[in-house]
T-cell receptor, first 114, second 111 residues
Framework: GAGVSQSPRYKVAKRGQDVALRCDPI?????LFWYQQALGQGPEFLTY????????KSGLPSDRFFAERPEGSVSTLKIQRTQQEDSAVYLC????????????FGPGTRLTVT | GQNIDQPTEMTATEGAIVQINCTYQ??????LFWYQQHAGEAPTFLSY????GLEEKGRFSSFLSRSKGYSYLLLKELQMKDSASYLC????????????FGTGTQLKVEL
């Protein structure tokens, strides 16, 4: 079946612009995660949803970052007033419910802030 | 917090065996994952260990020692396509299911 998809794959924004990044998880997956990956680094946790509930947003770096998953499926990560330090790859992952441990990652959105 | 260490780079020869180590310091360990990530692509799941011992899956094996805070990923019969970054990640109790990743080990397989 289809994996996790993300759009756009690449986004260039001018400093100060708002951006919205979309994640389509695997159908039926209960949990959804957002990670930020800087060049040459491992992914860093941003936020986590179980269905439509945002259970953990401890990794969001500032109040300019906002995520939602209103119907428990598609999620959007919004970054307001982008800064150069926001340039990174934003990865989305989903996980089935129950006792499954594996997270399935999407290809990411590469954000470049100029 | 959590601290995860793994070598930055490794080089190995096609057909050989390579071991990628990962050490971690966490409060409330609840599982360790290995992911493979080719440049510009999504991380893909390789293995999960929560109990001590060796888990074997084809050419890939993963080992865990909880008392030592240590894991390794063993890749056998290396192929050129194994050139990628290998990410070690831990899950902690009380942390939901979020993963804390190391910086990744960039493996280069040469002829």
């Amino acid at each position: 079946g289809a994996g996790v998809s993300q759009s756009p794959r690449y986004k260039v924004a001018k400093r100060g612009q708002d951006v919205a990044l979309r994640c389509d998880p695997i159908s039926g997956h209960v949990s959804l995660f957002w990670y930020q990956q800087a060049l040459g680094q491992g992914p860093e946790f941003l936020t986590y949803f179980q269905n439509e509930a945002q259970l953990d947003k401890s990794g969001l770096p500032s109040d300019r970052f906002f995520a939602e998953r209103p119907e428990g499926s598609v999620s959007t990560l919004k970054i307001q007033r982008t800064q150069q330090e926001d340039s990174a790859v934003y990865l989305c992952a989903s996980r089935p419910g129950g006792g499954a441990n594996e997270q399935y990652f999407g290809p990411g959105t590469r954000l470049t802030v100029t | 917090g959590q601290n995860i260490d793994q070598p930055t780079e490794m080089t190995a020869t096609e057909g050989a065996i390579v071991q990628i180590n990962c050490t971690y310091q966490t409060s409330g360990f609840n599982g360790l994952f290995w992911y493979q990530q080719h440049a510009g692509e999504a991380p893909t799941f390789l293995s999960y260990n929560v109990l001590d011992g060796l888990e074997e899956k084809g050419r890939f094996s993963s080992f865990l020692s909880r008392s030592k805070g240590y894991s390794y990923l063993l890749l056998k019969e290396l192929q050129m396509k194994d050139s990628a970054s290998y990410l070690c990640a831990v899950k902690v109790t009380g942390g939901g299911n979020k993963l804390t990743f190391g910086t990744g080990t960039q493996l280069k397989v040469e002829l």
